[in-house]
């Protein structure tokens, strides 16, 4: 089966697709309609679905690697070669070119062939490290100072003079950063593990200060890539050398913040591989250290990572069975929201209700002093959440309502919640006190809310004199259907006012706003008498605005 779907991935895409086809990563690939579905077998096994019509178009895909959650991945291109082809094609076939390679091969001799790979080895570095990728076996282990001159050197040709890799040149990086993972992936297969791990972490540690202009995600690619290998090699290898060698790494990593924003992926490996007592205990001693670093500072990120920091410890000692240690760890730091809601969950498994209100209202507290509206809001809920389990009407009643003037002055939500609590009789002798409370300091930031009361209640006349404390188009539009039947005429005469404003201004656009006006005033009653009066006196009164009058002149068309 013929499938179009080449030019949907990047080159490089579709090499390491290619690859992985090549090398059987395909399994268990079943068709369902037009829906094909396979494993893709790599460090993880993937789940890829296909879709293709008969005439070979695809119509969707999808993996559940994290590559593909933005962008075509290689598990999709795997599957499609799989699809396209019933057994396993040559190389060849992947080749745009005409040539028959194969007869040309056989007819150059030996020396040659030779010559010419030696040639091309002395004088392309790039080939150089493609043709060592690819036959690494044969090749003396090389010392990691070797790798580290080889990939610094390859990533100065990339950056070259200019010092900065554009969005467009992006190649120039990722070729041979693919060719030293393909250089790592064959020494695995070999059974070399420290040289693939020297390659993988050092590739890392360049990514968080490569001036590139990472449009297409390439250093995202690069970074998933690096730490397949290094899952891989964890998976494989038995010597504890360079499992060892691998966790120090990573802690250090950790430690200095060496990868920055490219640290989630190996602080994934490590709560995946390393979960004996001897690492988790050095995981802890590395944690409070930063933990202790992070409180000295003050700003958005080192509270966001400290959050992050507090969360794994809890994770950690709860895996040592320290149950004490990590509820104390829990106590200490319930100021994070995330981390009281651990005790807030363990409050309600224990079935200690109580205890449960008196946490939520503490975080709520602490929430209003740091100004987080939209904490304060989620532990209202809670709180109204608990009170109307237990009926608890008089609590309920008064959050609700001290919500309305406090927390969240005039929401039309909560405004919504209290009038539930009323009957009918009784909402109408409170409901005007209620609104001239929530008037007492003007409409300003409360504006809209008040707009949605006044409707709900249907009182037009606030609701018309809110309106045109702010008369744009837009606003007094959204408004019309509940004003039209008692105010149609001030209507439209808020609207020839904000015309007669923007007919001052030039520009094509501006002149657009005023057609879309004046048509919308059409639809009212006398408007369209009001709107030709108004048109003839802009053709006098701006008769030089060329463009304004073949405006005008569009109404009615």
Known sequence: MKIDFEELFEEKILKRGYSYYLDDSVHDVTKNGNCYEGLVYGTEIYEVQVEI????????????????KENNCKHMVALLYYIENDVKIESKKIMRNT?????????????????????????????????????????????????????????????GRKGFIKYNETDRFSNPMYNYIQEANNLIKHKEYQAPFWIASLILEELPDLPIDDLDGTTSYIESECIEVIEEILE?????????????????????????????????ILDENFIENKFINERLKIIDAKIQELNQEKDYYSEYKLESLIKTKIALLYQLGMDKE?????????????????????????????????????????????GHCGTVTYYIEELLSIYEKQNNNEKYKDLVQETLFKYSRASFKYYKKLKELYKKEQWKNKRDSIIKELESDGEGYHREDLRQIYIEEQYYDKLFHSVMTTPLFEIVARYEKYLK??????????????VDEKSRFTGKRNYEEVIKILQHMKILKDGEKLVEKMIEEYKVKYANRRLMLEELDKIGK
């Open 99 to 159: 040539d028959n390679f194969d007869k040309i091969v056989d007819r150059i001799s030996e020396n040659e062939m030779k010559e010419f790979v030696l040639a091309k080895l002395y004088e392309d570095s790039n080939f150089q490290n493609e043709f060592r990728s690819h036959f690494v076996q044969y090749f003396e282990q090389t010392p990691k100072r070797v790798y580290e001159r080889r990939i610094s050197q390859s990533i100065y040709q990339a950056i």
């Open 485 to 498: 039947k008692d105010f149609e005429k001030q209507l439209l005469e808020a609207y020839q006012k904000i």
């Open 53 to 68: 019509d008969e005439e070979g178009n695809i119509e969707d895909m999808d993996c559940d690697c994290p590559y593909a």
């Open 326 to 370: 990590a509820l104390e760890t829990i106590k200490d730091n319930i100021y994070f929201v995330p981390i009281r809601r651990m005790l807030i969950d363990k409050a309600r498994e224990n079935g200690n209700i109580d205890q449960v209100e008196k946490l939520l209202k503490e975080g709520m507290n602490i929430a209003l002093k740091r």
């Open 236 to 268: 494989k290898c038995k010597s504890e050398n360079i499992i060892n060698e691998i966790f120090n790494w990573i802690i250090e990593s950790i430690k200095n913040d060496t990868l920055g924003d490219y640290s989630d992926g190996i602080e994934k």
